[in-house]
């Protein structure tokens, strides 16, 4: 077992616990206090709270879990389906990872139980591989979120360039981890951080570690992380077919590797750097419905959407679908075709 911590802020980690032992948030991936956690559950949450909130990750983390209740389940879980019931989470990467982990997990017989064997699995970063080992194997490994970061560069009011401030972020909060409570420890920074230490007008008057924050004594606790200016992304253009006959509504199935590998989608041309016209896949009378704009990670997405009635029998590729039956889409597909004047259904 290491040493205690004999950094200045180590006074604050019992009174952080017994905040949270108060004010814990209750969200439907955790267990009872002092209870261990399985696993799956904390995985799969972690994968789905990836640049999602917990208010929109919430209900897919219950019907992921009602429809596969345990690694196996999921394993076993064809990938259409999979990526149908992630449909808005948006990251479908995470989705096809998520898949490749689940059947590695289970054809090992189970989850690694240290944060260095969880690293050598599919999709598993620092972050969720120290939140599964503290959480649900009681390792005494940080799990530091957006959240926990954003309390430490206010707790030392941290001036350092924002890459250096989080690898310093990362190795104080490892000697912090308390032997006994390292799960317990991840989540108090992690509701510190959505509860009282908000992006803007954090609470300092609740906050349960306030006397020790440097911000909060300069009077300016909002002004942190002093993080670079974020550079407005690229922007990328296309079209998007929304074709109609007798109520239903042609879809397809996009390739199953790369950007919505393996998702259901509109037809839609290829997405370039440059507006142009493109030639839809069949001829009709196209109308223009409006755009669709979309950010993803790299790039922001408009595309221009079309639609038409046809008398065509099947294309190609892809099968017509009933108007009040369409799901699944990724949330871009699902923009097009509410301008298109359709509402597109959570498959869950």
């Known amino acids: 077992m290491r040493a205690k911590s004999e950094h200045p802020l180590a006074a604050m980690v019992p009174r952080l616990l ?31 709270l990836q640049q999602t909130t917990v208010p929109h990750a919430a209900p897919y983390f219950v019907a992921f879990t009602t429809r596969w209740p345990t690694v196996e389940a999921l394993a076993e879980a064809r990938d259409e389906d999979v990526m149908q019931a992630w449909a808005g989470l948006g990251y479908y990467a995470r989705a096809r990872n998520l898949l490749k982990c689940a059947r590695e997990v289970a054809a090992r017989g189970g989850f690694p139980e240290t944060e260095a064997g969880l690293r050598t699995l ?42 250096a401030a989080k690898k310093r972020i990362g190795l104080l909060a490892r000697e912090l981890v308390p032997a006994d409570r390292p799960g317990a420890f991840a989540e108090a920074l992690m509701d510190l951080g959505a509860t009282v230490c908000t992006p803007r007008n954090p609470n300092c ?43 239903n509504i ?8 790369g950007l919505l590998g393996g998702m259901l989608a509109l037809p839609s041309s290829d997405w370039i750097e440059t507006r142009q016209q493109f030639a839809p896949a069949v001829e009709a009378d196209w109308q223009p419905a409006g ?42 597909f699902a923009k097009a075709a509410a301008l298109a004047g359709f509402s597109v259904r959570r498959k869950r």
């Open 205 to 247: 008057a609740a906050c349960p570690v306030a006397e020790h924050c440097a911000a909060r004594a300069e009077g300016e606790p909002q002004r942190y992380p002093l993080k670079p200016e974020k550079v407005a992304p690229p922007v990328r253009y296309g079209t998007a077919w929304v074709l109609r006959r007798a109520g």
């Open 18 to 48: 017994a905040w949270f032992d108060r004010s814990a948030r209750t969200l439907p991936w955790r267990s009872a206090p002092g209870a261990r956690r399985d696993p799956y559950r904390v995985w799969l949450s972690e994968i789905m």
């Open 122 to 163: 599919p999709g598993i970063g620092p972050y969720t591989a120290g939140a599964v080992a503290a959480l649900a194997f009681g390792e005494r490994t940080p799990a530091v979120d957006g959240n926990a970061e954003r309390v430490f560069a206010r707790l030392l009011a941290m001036q350092d360039d924002w890459a």
């Open 291 to 332: 755009e669709a704009r979309h950010i993803f990670t790299h790039f922001s997405l408009r595309l221009d959407v079309r639609v038409a009635e046809t008398r065509y029998p099947d294309l190609p590729q892809g099968f017509w679908t009933p108007e009040g039956q369409l799901s699944g889409l990724p949330t871009v």
């Open 250 to 257: 042609w879809v397809v199935r996009r390739p199953p590797s």
